[in-house]
């Protein structure tokens, strides 16, 4: 990369431009301009009619928004900063060697398809009735992609996030999540407000609820006065702090430490949690054997052989042996056809749908998937609460994306100033 000798930005006067209005500007006029040079970047160059262009895309675009408080001069150069950044990174995918292949970039117009509600073969119009050049509106596309693919390889593939980054980020960042948790509460109540209980019966008090309720309790201790209240569900904003802060450190089922308080001592039960946004999630307990054809073994071969393995298994013992002896998934069947608890979207959609519907210590027909044929034992079905892991995930993905980008945004910073940029004068 050149090292910079000489960089400097000379915009041209205010009173020296030919105002562009980015609603009226048209293309026989653009057109009879003789194209210019308007920017060196490195050994590239930015013409006078991509400058142009890009303005009147943005006069199209979703985000004419963000231009629409800068005058001509303010305008001009802002695209022309977007050009000259967008004309860096295109030149460090190349030395990087990215490469976007037709098959990657026609994924990509599938998505950009999808997103506009119309089939593929649709785009090329939706396009071009945006006034954009469909051959250009590809170049775009390819470029951006190939930009995605740098920041992904060199940077957000890369970022290692901690077990206590995620801890902290959860603490210090989710609070809307923390407010939408209930907590659902009972309450035993030592009343003391003139503090004439010794520390050592609080403490008595609270090793007898190793073995007793709260209702024994107060039975058990009628010298004391002891109140059972039924606090019901309760978000963190409407608890007191010292409440939150106990029901932080415990789960469900279990006891608070002692909470001192003016009107005495508290000990809180938790019942239960809830969430409005709870995720639960149902997992398969799975076996199967897998089956695959050759020059020699036909589908019609295989689909009754699997379907022989069935009638001979009649229990999970059964299954386990044929898994072993005959699965062409060596890693599972080793195991006697075992995958664990799976889940249906971890699983291709042809085993997924068969998996759904097989019964607990049932084994399916025989079916097809890209891997060949296959027949599963469920062995058990489950539901658990997915909550707490989304969110772990959700946290990591955020901090991750931060670290990622700080680190972009720095390597940014460095590409320009070591590059070399001249802008030249802009006259029409």
Not at 24 to 36: G, L, P, Q
Not at 231 to 237: F, H, K, S
Not at 249 to 273: A, F, V
Not at 331 to 354: L, T, Y
Request: net charge neutral.
């Amino acid at each position: 990369m050149c090292m910079i000798t000489r960089k400097f930005y000379l915009y041209v006067s205010f009173a020296s431009l030919i105002l562009i209005n980015i609603c009226s500007i048209n293309v026989s006029y653009s057109a009879e301009i003789k194209d210019r040079v308007v920017a060196i970047v490195n050994d590239g160059v930015i013409l006078e009619s991509e400058l142009i262009e890009e303005i009147k895309n943005i006069s199209k675009g979703p985000k004419i928004n963000e231009y629409s408080n800068l005058n001509d001069e303010q305008l001009i150069k802002k695209v022309l900063d977007k050009l000259i950044l967008n004309n860096l990174l295109i030149q460090a995918t190349k030395r990087f060697g990215i490469n976007v292949s037709d098959i990657v970039l026609e994924r990509g117009l599938r998505q950009i398809a999808q997103n506009e509600n119309v089939p593929l073969p649709k785009l090329r119009e939706v396009i071009t009735s945006k006034g954009l050049e469909y051959s250009k509106y590809i170049e775009i596309v390819r470029n951006k992609m190939a930009v995605d693919e740098l920041f992904r390889t060199q940077f957000y593939s890369r970022v290692y996030v901690t077990t206590g980054e995620i801890d902290n980020y959860i603490k210090n960042q989710m609070s809307d999540y923390d407010k939408q948790i209930k907590y659902d509460l009972t309450e035993l109540v030592i009343i003391d407000e003139d503090k004439k209980l010794s520390q050592k019966v609080i403490d008595n008090i609270y090793l007898e609820l190793e073995t007793l309720n709260f209702i024994e309790i107060k039975k058990t201790n009628t010298n004391l006065n002891i109140e059972i209240n039924e606090l019901g569900q309760n978000t963190v904003d409407i608890l007191p702090d010292v409440f939150v802060k106990a029901l932080k450190k415990i789960s469900k089922g279990k006891l608070s430490e002692i909470i001192s308080s003016p009107r005495g001592y508290h000990i809180l039960r938790l019942n239960n949690i809830s969430n409005d946004s709870q995720v639960f999630v149902t997992e398969y307990k799975v076996r199967h054997i897998l089956m695959v054809t050759d020059v020699m073994t036909s589908e019609e071969v295989i689909k009754n052989q699997l379907l022989k393995i069935k009638n001979e298994s009649e229990n999970i013992d059964d299954f386990i042996l044929k898994a072993k002896q005959f699965s062409s998934d060596k890693a599972s069947g080793f195991k006697g056809g075992d995958i664990g608890w799976v889940r249906k979207e971890s699983v291709v959609p042809e085993f997924s749908k068969v998996m759904i519907k097989t019964p607990i210590d049932t084994i399916s027909d025989p079916f097809k998937t890209q891997y060949g044929w296959h027949i599963l034992f469920t062995e058990n079905i489950r539901t658990i609460d997915d909550t707490d892991a989304r969110l772990r995930k959700k946290a990591e993905l955020e901090v991750k994306r931060i670290k990622a980008d700080r680190q972009k945004n720095e390597w940014i910073a460095k590409l320009k100033d070591q590059a070399y940029i001249e802008i030249k004068d802009i006259q029409y």
